[in-house]
């Protein structure tokens, strides 16, 4: 059922997206910098391509900009996580340590009585 819903998610989204593209097909120029800017500095970087494209690549950027803003906001929480699996396991190796060290007599002469109670 859930595979069916991202199927019927993903044509939903591919037909808007090829309606946006068909809608949106004229060409555009993208420059780096302003025209006057260009004339200032010497520099002139300029692309003609349809405003379709100029619109789902600054989608993408959005979500990539997006992304790694959350990836270091998050950091904290990932390096908490690890400081807490690691005080885990640590206190996993102590009580198993401990189980077994608790089946060891810890004095010479608990050993000789239980030793005696063991042949007794």
């Not at 068909?22 to 006057?36: K, Y």
């Not at 520099?43 to 270091?72: N, Q, R, Y």
Request: glycine fraction near 6%; aromatic fraction near 8%.
């Amino acid at each position: 059922m859930l595979r069916l819903f991202r199927i019927l998610f993903l044509t939903l989204l591919a037909i808007c997206l090829i309606a946006v593209a068909s809608a949106n097909r004229q060409m555009i120029t993208l420059r780096a910098l302003p025209q006057e800017m260009d004339q200032f500095l010497g520099l002139s970087w300029s692309v003609e391509v349809p405003l379709f494209i100029a619109i789902f690549a600054g989608i993408v950027a959005g979500l990539g900009i997006g992304l790694v803003w959350e990836w270091f906001r998050e950091a904290k929480h990932r390096a908490a996580a690890a400081e807490n699996r690691r005080k885990a396991r640590q206190l996993e190796r102590e009580v198993e340590r401990l189980k077994t060290d608790k089946n060891t007599p810890e004095d010479e002469i608990l050993a000789i009585l239980d030793g005696k109670k063991a042949g007794a």
